[in-house]
C-alpha cells in the first residue's frame, strides 16, 4: 500500500503562482512514476504531468512551459511548480503514484487550485 499526502492548493489571482507537494509513503517501489491529474466541475480527470523515479518528465500541452515537475527521491516527495496560473487551470489536483512491484495506481485525497481572473 502507498499513502499519498497533498499539500499546497489555494486560490490566487490569475498570472500567480502556486506550489503544490505530494509525500509518499509506505511501499515506494525503486521504479516509480509520480505525478499530479486534475478535474475541473464537469470534465473528466486529466494528465497534468509527471516524473519517473529516473527523472524523466511529461507534460500536458496546456501546461507546458509554465508548469515546472520535480522530485525528491530521498524524501518520496514530488513538488508542481505551476506559474503563470490561468482561470482554465482551477481544478482539483490529485497526486498520481505507480511504482514496482505491483504497478497498482494510487491516487491522493487531492487539493483546490482555484484561479481567478
Known amino acids: 500500500q502507498v499513502q499519498l499526502v497533498e499539500s499546497g492548493g489555494g486560490l490566487v489571482q490569475a498570472g500567480g503562482s502556486l506550489r503544490l507537494s505530494c509525500a509518499a509513503s509506505g511501499s515506494i517501489g525503486s521504479i516509480n512514476v509520480m505525478g499530479w491529474y486534475r478535474q475541473a466541475p464537469g470534465k473528466q480527470r486529466e494528465l497534468v504531468a509527471t516524473i519517473t523515479s529516473a527523472g524523466s518528465t511529461n507534460y500536458a500541452d496546456s501546461v507546458k512551459g509554465r508548469f515546472t515537475i520535480s522530485r525528491d527521491n530521498a524524501k518520496n516527495t514530488v513538488y508542481l511548480q505551476m506559474n503563470s496560473l490561468k482561470p482554465e487551470d482551477t481544478a482539483v489536483y490529485f497526486c498520481?503514484?505507480?511504482?514496482?512491484?505491483?504497478?497498482?495506481?494510487?491516487w491522493g485525497q487531492g487539493t483546490q487550485v482555484t484561479v481567478s481572473s
Open positions: 498520481y503514484y505507480r511504482g514496482s512491484p505491483s504497478y497498482s495506481n494510487y
